[in-house]
T-cell receptor, first 112, second 113 residues
Framework: DQQVKQNSPSLSVQEGRISILNCDYTNSMFDYFLWYKKYPAEGPTFLISISSIKDKNEDGRFTVFLNKSAKHLSLHIVPSQPGDSAVYFCAAIRGTGNQFYFGTGTSLTVIP | GAGVSQSPSNKVTEKGKDVELRCDPISGHTALYWYRQRLGQGLEFLIY????????KSGLPSDRFSAERTGESVSTLTIQRTQQEDSAVYLCASSSWGRIGQYFGPGTRLLVL
């Protein structure tokens, strides 16, 4: 039962343009949503999070948008850089608790 | 400071053998998680330790899987009588109590022949 879904396995974007990574979820009880970035042969790295009571959180080039009515969140990276090329996972949790539900990841390629 | 470390980085074993995977969390992190990522799939939650509380084992796929953690330090994940479907990257993560983000180790790549 996949409670967090990333329907696009891959995305290619030109350097300098905006990258938009999407994520959908099914459980309206999730309290926090997170994005992780993963390079090959490394573990995921926490990138940015958003509480369910907010609709936007921004950190430098990264902005996460949350649409609770649509059960949808997105990560915007602008401007995209070649070093952003990685697999991006979205995740959701309830409270500060234990179970993180991860999506299957989207592989982003930023073309120089 | 050191991040989360895992050993071995790679493990090849024969079907039916037992394997033990090790995770050293970041010092001071009370929470420790084990995940599994099979090829082409997302991260699958296995088990969660928080301080001295009873672990949440709800993600363990079968009784061949077990994990231990000594206090707030090292954890070992043991897979008994390995099967080919156990082949995956096993990731460990740790976090501070009340903090949302986790810090992941590099993973152990397990291949069961």
């Amino acid at each position: 039962d996949q409670q967090v879904k990333q329907n696009s396995p891959s995305l290619s974007v030109q350097e300098g343009r905006i990258s938009i990574l999407n994520c959908d979820y099914t459980n309206s009880m999730f309290d926090y949503f997170l994005w992780y970035k993963k390079y090959p042969a490394e573990g995921p790295t926490f990138l940015i999070s958003i509480s369910s009571i907010k609709d936007k959180n921004e950190d430098g080039r990264f902005t996460v948008f949350l649409n609770k009515s649509a059960k949808h969140l997105s990560l915007h990276i602008v401007p995209s850089q070649p070093g952003d090329s990685a697999v991006y996972f979205c995740a959701a949790i309830r409270g500060t608790g234990n179970q993180f539900y991860f999506g299957t990841g989207t592989s982003l390629t930023v073309i120089p | 400071g050191a991040g989360v470390s895992q050993s071995p980085s790679n493990k090849v074993t024969e079907k039916g053998k037992d394997v033990e995977l090790r995770c050293d969390p970041i010092s001071g992190h009370t929470a420790l998680y084990w995940y599994r990522q099979r090829l082409g799939q997302g991260l699958e939650f296995l088990i969660y330790f928080q301080g001295n509380s009873a672990p949440d084992k709800s993600g363990l796929p079968s009784d061949r899987f077990s994990a231990e953690r000594t206090g707030e330090s090292v954890s070992t994940l043991t897979i008994q009588r390995t099967q080919q479907e156990d082949s995956a990257v096993y990731l460990c993560a740790s976090s501070s109590w009340g903090r949302i983000g986790q810090y992941f180790g590099p993973g152990t790549r397990l291949l069961v022949l």
